[in-house]
């Protein structure tokens, strides 16, 4: 089993900037892909970016120019800084990393959610 933690969340004003970090520990052998997800009250959770281990990165189109993913493979750690932050940025953002067992086995395993509020 890995464990995720996550820390960085908080209330920003509008145009501000935040960093996430997601710290993956425990039974870890080979991490896939590292991502950040975010689910806003009353919506679905959605993707808002990805990175593999060879560091190809994916965005939602509403962040692309704005927040940026990346990952430090040695310390199995996940960022995420986002700027110019808009009030439809507000949601709970959740970790999420795909992980390969040395069988072959893939795992996915999420964070608990950190809550990211930015007001008008």
């Known amino acids: 089993q890995a464990q995720l933690v996550e820390s960085g969340g908080g209330l920003v004003q509008a145009g501000g900037s935040l960093r996430l970090s997601c710290a993956a520990s425990g039974s870890i052998f080979r991490i896939i892909t590292m991502g950040w997800y975010r689910q806003a009250p009353g919506k679905q959770r959605e993707l808002v970016a990805s990175?593999?281990?060879?560091?190809?990165?994916n965005y939602a189109d509403s962040v692309k120019g704005r927040f940026t993913i990346s990952r430090d493979n040695a310390k199995n750690t996940v960022y995420l800084q986002m700027n110019s932050l808009k009030p439809e940025d507000t949601a709970v953002y959740y970790c999420?990393?795909?992980?390969?067992?040395?069988?072959?086995?893939?795992?996915?395993?999420w964070g608990q959610g950190t809550q990211v509020t930015v007001s008008s």
């Open positions: 990175i593999t281990a060879s560091g190809n990165t």
């Open positions: 999420k990393v795909d992980q390969e067992d040395k069988w072959g086995l893939r795992y996915t395993y």
